[in-house]
T-cell receptor, first 112, second 113 residues
């Protein structure tokens, strides 16, 4: 059973608009959440993270929002650029664990 | 630093053959992880090591899979015998700290025919 769920396999957005990628989780013990970005033929690379004690973290064009009561987080990219086209993975860390649990990923396509 | 190095980049093998995937983590990283990426399951954790010791192998799908880390700079993931359903991209990642700061390798794309 997937503990981290990304229910949208793909998302298409026009350049300059906002991209919103969503992630749901089931384990209330998760204390740290991350987003990774993956280009074809490369490994995932870290993008942005958020601790469970916060509800928002911003880094340039990227903002992650956390709603603990809904067990939901989202990644906002504003403005979206063609270079943002990639697979985005949501990941979570268990308080008792070390390893990250990843979702299935969402493929973002930004058209110019 | 050269990052996490995986070899080979691509592997095509026949069903029943033994396959060995290799990983060199970043120097100084105490944690090493093996993940597998498939369309159906996304990125799933297979096994991880801390200071060369396997900590959690509950994600290893079957006894056909085994992993070793004989020293801090090398790890292998072996599949014997391989089956077509093992076809996937296998990633190795390492980290210095617990639970974040992962650096992934470029992956090995395995095709079993």
């Amino acid at each position: 059973d997937q503990q981290v769920k990304q229910n949208s396999p793909s998302l298409s957005v026009q350049e300059g608009r906002i991209s919103i990628l969503n992630c749901d989780y089931t384990n209330s013990m998760f204390d740290y959440f991350l987003w990774y970005k993956k280009y074809p033929a490369e490994g995932p690379t870290f993008l942005i993270s958020i601790s469970s004690i916060k509800d928002k973290n911003e880094d340039g064009r990227f903002t992650v929002f956390l709603n603990k009561s809904a067990k939901h987080l989202s990644l906002h990219i504003v403005p979206s650029q063609p270079g943002d086209s990639a697979v985005y993975f949501c990941a979570a860390r268990d308080q008792a664990g070390t390893a990250l649990i990843f979702g299935k990923g969402t493929t973002l396509s930004v058209s110019s | 630093d050269a990052g996490v190095i995986q070899s080979p980049r691509h592997e095509v093998t026949e069903m029943g053959q033994e396959v060995t995937l290799r990983c060199k983590p970043i120097s100084g990283h105490d944690y090493l992880f093996w993940y597998r990426q498939t369309m159906m399951r996304g990125l799933e954790l297979l096994i991880y090591f801390n200071n060369n010791v396997p900590i959690d192998d509950s994600g290893m799908p079957e006894d056909r899979f085994s992993a070793k880390m004989p020293n801090a700079s090398f790890s292998t993931l072996k599949i014997q015998p391989s089956e077509p359903r093992d076809s996937a991209v296998y990633f190795c990642a390492s980290s210095r700290l617990r639970g974040y700061g992962y650096t992934f390798g470029s992956g090995t794309r395995l095709t079993v025919v």
